[in-house]
């Protein structure tokens, strides 16, 4: 019998940290894309995590202290609305199949919160997230004060819970890294798709529709985030998400897409010919930053910092554009320099998990904090080459960034999304069009 997912656990976890108070965890709103259409609803993570429950219209309540309980404000079962619009749990439904301690219509929430808030000491909410939930909770803590004359007192501190939660989220149990394998399983497979199906004169378009066939097919409704598809030039701009131009033959093409799965992202970019056939000058870029990323990875090991796959990254890359002639001087001196920029200026990586740039700080107290086993961080070094007088013309419009998933273990790491082709010979490879 397979264990349930530890959502109870993880409220046990956010009562332990909060000590005493009560918590208020707003679902994510619907949104109008236009007319009577809604954009595809997404769920909260922080209230997903906590839960399981993925409808709108939603409220978790966690209180801490002698009496713990954990409480959901959902829709009322309705008939009529559910022909239209489908299944609702209901607040009986929903308590009894999400293991909380009781559950209520979200239409008393106000009236219910002025109780439950009521000889709180703190409060946590997610402070700053939603104008509209800041005013809210304010009228509520306002409408507690106005019951002193009682002896009821209101929350004197207000704290925000995601610094909580945060820390939580950031160390994945053994049920997040299983559905993180599994949409990078998905996510490897849609890039070896788009390269089997590459050709020059095809649009971008049509290799992203290739990647997302392949997510929905395999149960990952949605892209994690909004891929991108960069032929040529257009390689260059580290957002491109136009993806409506024509493959050349002759250039490479970047894709960074990732499904979501079970709520979880992967995270891949890979780099390669159009035509199947890296030319010497794009095999030589490509290899430097192959090698910058595998450096990254080996530095990526638990008790090392969070700076350290980002450093040895660097290293290979600066080193790499000096031989390449994009660089002059020394390696220190690039360094010292950042000349390097005009080449490579982003981060080697971040965290993720539910969101594709996971939550978690980076630094603590200051200092960079050191990789512990259950994170999962990205490990993604590139290079950018625009055109200029000061750059051989071979390597113009070359645009490169190979990315992959990494789980830290207690004895080092697991690349999850390694099955995605990356090698140079790999990829001619898979690309040979029979």
Same mark, same amino acid.
């Given at each position: 019998?397979?264990?349930?997912?530890?959502?109870?656990?993880r409220?046990?976890?956010?009562q332990?940290?909060?000590?005493?108070?009560?918590?208020?965890?707003?679902?994510?709103?619907?949104?109008?894309?236009?007319?009577?259409?809604?954009?595809?609803?997404?769920?909260?993570?922080?209230?997903?995590?906590?839960?399981?429950?993925?409808?709108p219209?939603?409220?978790?309540?966690?209180?801490?202290?002698?009496?713990?309980?954990?409480?959901?404000?959902?829709?009322?079962?309705?008939?009529?609305?559910?022909i239209?619009?489908?299944?609702?749990?209901?607040?009986?439904? *929903?308590?009894?199949?999400? !293991?909380?301690? /009781?559950?209520?219509?979200?239409?008393?929430?106000? %009236?219910? #919160?002025? @109780? &439950?808030?009521?000889?709180?000491?703190?409060?946590?909410?997610?402070?700053?997230?939603?104008?509209?939930?800041?005013?809210?909770?304010?009228?509520l803590?306002?409408d507690?004060? *106005?019951?002193?004359?009682? !002896?009821?007192? /209101?929350?004197?501190?207000?704290?925000?819970v995601? %610094?909580? #939660?945060? @820390? &939580?989220?950031?160390?994945?149990?053994?049920?997040?890294?299983?559905?993180m394998?599994?949409?990078?399983?998905?996510s490897?497979e849609?890039?070896?798709?788009?390269m089997?199906?590459?050709?020059?004169?095809?649009?971008?378009?049509?290799?992203?529709?290739?990647?997302?066939?392949?997510?929905?097919?395999?149960?990952?409704?949605?892209?994690?985030?909004?891929?991108?598809?960069?032929?040529?030039?257009?390689?260059?701009?580290?957002?491109?998400?136009?993806?409506?131009?024509?493959?050349?033959?002759?250039d490479l093409?970047?894709?960074?897409?990732?499904?979501?799965?079970?709520g979880?992202?992967?995270?891949?970019?890979?780099?390669?010919?159009?035509?199947?056939?890296?030319?010497?000058?794009q095999?030589?870029?490509?290899?430097?930053?192959?090698?910058?990323?595998?450096?990254?990875?080996?530095?990526?090991?638990?008790?090392?910092l969070?700076?350290?796959?980002?450093?040895?990254?660097?290293?290979?890359l600066a080193?790499?554009?000096?031989?390449?002639?994009?660089?002059?001087g020394?390696?220190?001196?690039?360094?010292?320099?950042?000349?390097?920029k005009?080449?490579?200026?982003?981060?080697?990586?971040?965290?993720?998990?539910?969101?594709?740039?996971?939550?978690?700080?980076y630094?603590?107290?200051?200092?960079?904090?050191?990789?512990?086993?259950g994170?999962v961080?990205?490990?993604?070094?590139?290079?950018y080459?625009?055109?200029?007088?000061?750059?051989?013309?071979?390597l113009?419009?070359?645009?490169?960034?190979?990315e992959?998933?990494?789980?830290?273990?207690?004895?080092?790491?697991?690349?999850?999304?390694?099955?995605?082709?990356?090698?140079?010979?790999?990829?001619?490879?898979?690309?040979?069009?029979?």
């Amino acid at each position: 019998m397979t264990e349930p997912v530890p959502y109870a656990a993880r409220r046990k976890q956010l009562q332990a940290l909060m000590q005493q108070g009560i918590a208020i965890i707003p679902s994510a709103p619907e949104v109008v894309r236009n007319g009577d259409a809604h954009y595809d609803y997404r769920h909260d993570s922080y209230l997903y995590y906590l839960t399981g429950f993925s409808e709108p219209e939603a409220v978790l309540v966690v209180i801490a202290g002698e009496m713990p309980q954990s409480i959901l404000f959902c829709r009322d079962k309705n008939s009529e609305r559910e022909i239209w619009d489908g299944f609702r749990y209901g607040p009986q439904t *929903a308590q009894e199949q999400f !293991g909380l301690d /009781a559950a209520y219509s979200i239409a008393t929430l106000d %009236e219910k #919160l002025v @109780e &439950l808030m009521s000889n709180q000491p703190a409060l946590f909410y997610p402070l700053g997230a939603a104008p509209n939930w800041d005013a809210r909770i304010i009228k509520l803590r306002e409408d507690v004060k *106005a019951k002193a004359r009682t !002896g009821v007192r /209101a929350p004197s501190e207000l704290r925000d819970v995601r %610094e909580l #939660l945060n @820390e &939580l989220r950031l160390f994945k149990d053994t049920h997040e890294q299983s559905f993180m394998r599994r949409a990078s399983t998905i996510s490897c497979e849609a890039h070896r798709r788009a390269m089997r199906f590459t050709r020059p004169g095809q649009f971008e378009y049509e290799v992203e529709a290739e990647l997302l066939h392949e997510f929905c097919r395999h149960g990952a409704r949605h892209a994690a985030y909004t891929s991108i598809v960069a032929g040529g030039a257009n390689a260059c701009t580290l957002h491109y998400v136009g993806n409506d131009a024509r493959l050349n033959n002759g250039d490479l093409l970047l894709i960074d897409a990732g499904c979501e799965f079970a709520g979880y992202a992967a995270d891949i970019t890979r780099t390669y010919p159009v035509n199947g056939k890296f030319s010497a000058a794009q095999r030589d870029v490509y290899e430097l930053v192959l090698a910058s990323q595998a450096a990254a990875i080996d530095a990526a090991q638990p008790g090392r910092l969070w700076n350290a796959p980002h450093e040895a990254a660097l290293r290979v890359l600066a080193q790499g554009f000096i031989d390449l002639k994009l660089c002059q001087g020394s390696l220190e001196g690039v360094l010292e320099s950042e000349s390097y920029k005009q080449f490579y200026m982003h981060r080697t990586g971040h965290w993720l998990g539910m969101d594709v740039h996971d939550v978690g700080d980076y630094k603590v107290v200051d200092q960079w904090r050191p990789l512990q086993a259950g994170m999962v961080l990205t490990v993604e070094p590139g290079c950018y080459i625009r055109p200029s007088d000061k750059v051989p013309k071979a390597l113009w419009n070359i645009g490169i960034r190979i990315e992959d998933d990494v789980l830290i273990t207690a004895k080092g790491n697991e690349v999850l999304t390694q099955a995605a082709p990356k090698t140079v010979s790999e990829i001619e490879e898979v690309m040979r069009h029979e």
